[in-house]
């Protein structure tokens, strides 16, 4: 099937039912899948191959490809038989689906070099499509489109709906979200089953251009993408009516036969008509010129002198405005606290790359992924505490191989007077189970511009913590600061005990070691700014000399500084004597030094423990 001309109907419909055809095969080969989803979806997909869709395959990096989201990740059979008619996965290879080691996993990810991102988590394809289109319009400067194909029940994920109100209010015409309206979920019909009327209403009433059509006449298909390609300044929403399970009368329909491979798959595959091998010549993409590589060279970072109080936010904000003038790679997205991240110095000084994403902290995680994926390094900030509700983002973007800098400022009680509400204290936790993550927590401004500018070249999900107030600056402006290292600020060959704090309790850590120092118990301290991963040698070796550690930190006493530091002894080597001081309590409205002393963290409680500590266990 040559698409340099437009597909006929009998093509396009034996294309829709090869698909098909393949979507039953893979899963009864697996023994499991949704090939019900898939078949639904066939013609909107054939569709779109044939005619529409602009890429080349054996350059998935070409600059001017279209970028295909499947957001109904569980119809995966469905792209996977688009590959085939593609000619880059073959028969056998499809048959593979869901078994170990297969590229063709249930879910699809980047696995497979045209697999921009990870779905499977539904409402996640738009959002993450938005932040493709963003960059497509505002920072590549180039043709492609973005297509999101999305199922009806994931329109009731609110993340759709942050997502739907970006694009219109971004007028992102380079993006096409094709709905397909198949009326059934996974236990039983969606909200508004085949309504399409009244999912439109819903976008139109974000500024999208929307278009209703029967999702199995292939030619109103076309003439709908074709619609959507020429509307100008708005996104367009194909909301597609179609058939779960078209094709075999035993399914169409039908409840009950979600998520499972057809009850008689050879009898299914008859009535569709056979295996086909259709191939289709995908339309080659418009001639682009590779972008010029972005700008990157050394930031010249702020420089802050000792003793000087800086909080780590401004600290972030000075470094990351500098680190954008060395990097034209650098974005920043904002979750409208950009005045309280210190994220808006940047906007000030590079206000092209700046997205002001409002408080919509999903959508703003999910156009960071979408940025990432098209080869940006994405800097999101917001509270650490309004970071948890796009956890699920995270986890995604992890499984999507995505590359990017979030921000979590105004952690902990030392936020002082907001309450509980605002402060952050299950973030670290939440960062470190996020596979191949990056956690740091700096305590002065200077440490803090330095690994704002080491992020820029890190790997995965990297998490830098940040304090809202003031604090003195500890370190010369030429210290370094490498990922996975601690700094000892205070040490003798006669320590009795070790402090190991991070952030602001490292000042509290220091403060209290002065005192124990005047009372004849030397403690050893270490900055352990780099929460993930963690140093182990320098906590192996105080552990070895003084055969207690204390951690002190600013956060929930579950999956935060103490486990971090706990799991360096969980080797089978001999456990030191550990201590932890977290925040157990449920903290109010108060100062932060208030704060800090209720949930006892202060140096002063700090002082209390390691002398209790002292005289139960190193002196008798």
Known sequence: MKSARTPDRTELTELGQQLRVDAVRAADAAGSGHPTSSMSAADLAAVLLAGHLRYDFERPEHPANDRLILSKGHASPLLY??????????????????????????????RLPWVDVATGSLGQGLPVGVGMALAGKHLDHLPYRVWVLCGDSELAEGSIWEAAEHAGDQHLDNLTLIVDVNRLGQRGPTRHQRDLAAYARRFRAFDWHTVEVDGHDVEAVDAAYREAAATARRPTAILAGTVKGKGVASVEDREGM????????????????????????????????TPEPAPSGRPELPRYELGEKVATRTAYGQALAALGTARGDVVVLDGEVGDSTKAELFAKEHPERYFECYIAEQQMLAAAVGLAARGWIPYAATFAAFLTRAHDFLRMAAISRASLVVTGSHAGVAIGQDGPSQMGLEDLAMFRAVHG???LYPCDANQTARLVAATADGEGIRYLRTTRGDTPVLYGPDEEFPVGGAKVLRSSPHDKVTLVAAGVTVHEALVAADALEESGIPVRVIDLYSVKPVDERVLQEAAALTGCLVTVEDHRSQGGLGDAVAECFADGRPM?????????????????????????????????????????????
Not at 261 to 284: C, I, M, S
Not at 589 to 618: F, K, N
Request: charged content about 25%; cysteine-free; overall charge negative.
């Open 81 to 110: 038989a688009m590959y085939r008619a593609a000619g880059v996965v073959d028969d056998e290879e499809l048959l593979t689906f869901r078994r170990h080691g297969s590229r063709l996993e249930g879910h699809p990810t980047p």
């Open 576 to 620: 030191p004597r550990l201590v932890r001081l977290a925040v157990e309590n449920m903290p109010g409205s108060a100062t932060p030094e208030e704060q800090l002393a209720e949930a006892a963290i202060d140096a002063a409680s700090i002082t209390a423990t390691v002398r209790a500590l002292y005289e139960r266990v190193v002196t008798s």
């Open 437 to 439: 993550s990056t956690v």
């Open 258 to 289: 979600h998520g499972k491979p057809l009850p008689d798959a050879e009898a299914a595959v008859t009535e569709l008509g056979g295996p086909r091998f259709v191939r289709v010549d995908v339309t080659a993409p418009p001639a682009a010129h």
